[in-house]
């Protein structure tokens, strides 16, 4: 009799995700996190296929961590409708980002333009990781 034996691994995220909630405009806030925070966050533009969604990356070669700003509303309404309370998602791929976590989410609610900011669930990320970040850029 033949068996078959199924291996199931967790899947483990290499990034994490803001939610930051903001009534400034995203250029705004941009610039704030980038003199906040020593980035260089610049303007690119990502398709999902659908539309344009608006955002803005940097690259840190010296820590390895790649930063992605966006923005949720959209032309036809908001990247996650269920998080409609949510102006920007913060993408943060960084292998080590618990130990800078704290220090990192303290700078940001110093900045006047951050109204609320927090770390969204493992699970969510999951679900919105196809919709907002396989995506392709031009």
Not at 80 to 102: G, T, V
Not at 112 to 117: A, D, F, G, N, R
Request: net charge neutral.
């Amino acid at each position: 009799m033949r068996t078959k034996h199924i291996l199931e691994t967790p899947y483990e995220l290499d990034y994490i995700v803001l939610g930051i909630n903001s009534h400034a405009k995203e250029y705004k806030l941009c610039w704030s996190v980038n003199k906040t925070l020593q980035l260089d966050l610049e303007k690119t533009d990502t398709n999902n296929n659908k539309e344009w969604i608006s955002s803005y990356t940097y690259n840190d070669s010296s820590s390895k961590t790649e930063y992605t700003l966006f923005v949720n509303q959209i032309r036809e309404g908001y990247l996650l409708p269920k998080r409609k309370n949510i102006n920007y998602f913060l993408k943060i791929k960084n292998p080590l980002w618990e130990q800078e976590k704290i220090e990192f989410i303290k700078k940001l609610k110093e900045i006047p333009e951050v109204l609320l900011i927090f770390e969204l669930d493992t699970k969510e990320t999951e679900n919105i990781e196809n919709k907002l970040f396989h995506d392709s850029k031009n």
